[in-house]
């Protein structure tokens, strides 16, 4: 049986070796969602239900209770705050009512993958989320 940061560690390892698996191979899918989280923790519950609701297929990277032993997440986010989550260039940390509209904007349109409409517009121009690479951090 394998701590949850060690458990951490594998899971991340196998995704990157997927994605350099990838490189080139433009038939296989993008990298899945991940959700950084804890299973206690009421606010990445919320979140985990949202994904569910939408039938987003995604992975949850469960990290330490103590924030200083966070380091996975805090060399993809800076910062040790949970739920966190990464989508594509798309990463929003410690803030699960940004990353529930930002899950509803993306994938909760006509079209899931589309990442279109006027949710997503709404979502942008409220500050809500930022794309293409930026970080909304939470206060």
């Known amino acids: 049986m394998y701590s949850s940061n060690q458990s951490c560690d594998l899971i991340v390892r196998w995704m990157d070796q997927r994605t350099k698996a990838k490189e080139g191979n433009e038939n296989m899918a993008e990298p899945l969602m991940r959700l950084y989280q804890t299973e206690w923790c009421p606010y990445c519950r919320r979140v985990r239900m949202k994904l ?17 032993l966070r380091t996975d997440l805090l060399a993809v986010s800076g910062q040790p705050g949970i739920p966190t989550l990464v ?3 798309v990463l929003i940390a410690d803030d699960d009512e940004a990353i529930i509209a930002y899950l509803e904007a993306r994938y909760g349109t006509s079209d899931p993958g589309s990442g279109e409409g006027p949710a997503l517009e709404h979502a942008s121009a409220a500050g809500v989320l930022r794309r293409h690479g ?5 206060g």
């Open 52 to 68: 569910t609701e939408l039938g987003i297929t995604y992975v949850t990277v469960n990290v330490q209770r103590e924030k200083s």
């Open 87 to 89: 989508d594509r260039d």
């Open 134 to 138: 930026s970080v909304y951090l939470n």
